[in-house]
């Protein structure tokens, strides 16, 4: 298996919702890279921030990319976020969800990454599982077990994330995953995950059969309960080239992870990878 047999469909959906007048969201589709960037700071920052992480990352399309590679373009975009929230008094961040083709021991593997509260799902069969891990205040309470997982979605302050890019804590978690074939992977923005319950998400990825229908779904979803925030979503579905769907190698799709400070990375180290037992 090499990284030129791995066949995709794919469809990007950014929408600016029901309630805002500025959509802050970016989107990046173009292989290797596919990312969600959802913008903060308000008209003529928050949009602004999130093109900037959009166009650190697309001169990486069309090119076999490293862990280092992604971590530099990370440290791209923090810089510019940086310079973008120097100038407006509220300031400016983003956050980040992608994921990011590569070959590590000769194999497809995704590299998943986030900072922030967007997110990366993973589809296959009619199971989902969210692979990245928010950095926002509610998840913090729960690591804790002063919140419960269910009281996420009624929390007042789930929206208040511990992590940006722009922000001084800027770090991206980072886990390599196997390609396989028959998978969907959804990378959103807080304007879906935020309406929509995972267990709808899950039925809408489950019930559509191109990734154009469940992209629209997922955003038509998110606007009936309420659309009160932009929305974007990325479906990517493997066709071929990746492990067989029924693989025991594939059955626990996050085999390693490590967290990444994009100042490491960006001199030139890859990714310590860190294997599950």
Not at 89 to 108: H, Q, W
Not at 235 to 260: A, E, F, H, K, N
Request: with cysteine.
């Amino acid at each position: 298996m090499t990284l030129s047999s791995v066949v995709l469909n794919v469809a990007a959906l950014s929408d600016l919702g029901l309630k805002r007048a500025v959509n802050e969201d970016s989107v990046l589709a173009a292989s290797p890279v596919f990312l969600v960037a959802d913008g903060m700071g308000g008209h003529e920052a928050g949009d602004k921030a999130s093109q900037a992480v959009v166009s650190a990352f697309a001169p990486l399309s069309g090119t076999r990319v490293s862990t280092a590679e992604i971590g530099a373009a990370l440290a791209r975009a923090n810089e510019a976020v940086s310079a973008i929230s120097a100038q407006h008094a509220r300031g400016a961040g983003s956050t980040v969800a992608a994921v990011a083709l590569v070959e590590y021991e000769d194999v497809p593997q995704w590299l998943v990454f986030n900072v922030g509260d967007s997110r990366v799902y993973r589809h296959h069969g009619n199971e989902l599982e969210q692979l990245t891990v928010d950095h926002s205040l509610g998840q913090e309470l729960v690591d804790a077990g002063e919140l419960r997982a269910e009281d996420l979605a009624t929390f007042p302050q789930r929206n208040v994330i511990t992590r940006a890019i722009g922000a001084e804590d800027n770090m991206a978690d980072s886990w390599l995953v196997p390609v396989v074939n028959g998978e969907r992977l959804l990378i959103c923005s807080d304007g879906l995950s935020g309406e929509v319950s995972d267990e709808s998400i899950r039925a809408t990825l489950t019930m559509c059969g191109l990734p154009e229908t469940a992209a629209a779904a997922l955003v038509r979803r998110a606007k009936q309960a309420g659309g009160r925030d932009n929305i974007s979503v990325v479906v990517i579905d493997v066709v071929s080239g990746g492990l067989p769907g029924g693989s025991q190698d594939s059955t626990d799709s996050r085999q390693s992870s490590s967290s990444v400070h994009t100042s490491t990375m960006l001199e030139g180290t890859t990714v310590p990878v860190r294997r599950r037992g």
